[in-house]
């Protein structure tokens, strides 16, 4: 018997969008295959690694434990809404500068996790980053790498003067002028 799709609308990084999807859907599989959204990736589909987690209405979620229904109505950042490749966040420079990645899989999930770090806690110690990491894995970096980008990232972003609960500055482009 066919499953009954329902419309799923939200707002993803400032553009608005909708699908039909089946009401099972995952949200990282509506944000990839239905959106074309694909930098946001699936690790373990267990809730453990974090290589989807993607902002929700600004808060913090791992969109594998998530359905695309919960989502309708939101607004939703993953990694396309932060820059460009001529045109950086402080996030993205800053994993450039200081060498935050290596294979790259965990990345989009673990910059848009650092966001929601910074968002609360603007300039996080090691110790905090560590903490505030522990629901993404890397299994390449060691993680001293990607806690170096993340204090230069909450660096520029201070100094800057971003501010990273706005709406406006987290998913339409936060950019590095
Ligand atoms: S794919 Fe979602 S936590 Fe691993
Ligand atoms: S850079 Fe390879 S998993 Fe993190």
């Known amino acids: 018997m066919a499953v009954e799709k329902r419309n799923v609308s939200v707002t993803a990084n400032g ?9 099972r859907k995952l949200l990282v599989h509506y944000l990839r295959d239905d959106l074309g959204l694909t930098g946001t990736h699936v690790g373990c589909d267990t809730s453990q690694c974090g ?43 800053s994993f450039w500068e200081e060498h935050g990645l290596q294979c790259g899989y965990c990345t989009p999930g673990v910059m848009i996790a650092a966001l929601g770090l910074l968002k609360e806690n603007p300039n996080p110690t090691e110790e905090e980053i560590r903490e505030g990491l522990e629901g993404v894995i890397c299994r390449c970096t060691g993680y001293q790498f990607i806690i170096s980008a993340i204090q230069k990232a909450a660096t520029i972003i201070q100094e800057s003067g971003i501010d990273l609960n706005s709406q406006q500055l987290v998913g339409e482009g936060t950019h590095n002028e």
């Open 51 to 93: 290589a989807c987690t993607v902002m929700v209405d600004g808060d913090i979620v791992k969109s594998c434990t998530t359905l695309a229904v919960q989502a309708d109505g939101s607004e939703i950042t993953t990694v396309e809404g932060l820059g460009t490749a001529n045109d950086l966040h402080p996030m993205q420079q």
């Open 15 to 23: 553009q608005a969008c909708s699908a039909e999807v089946e009401p």
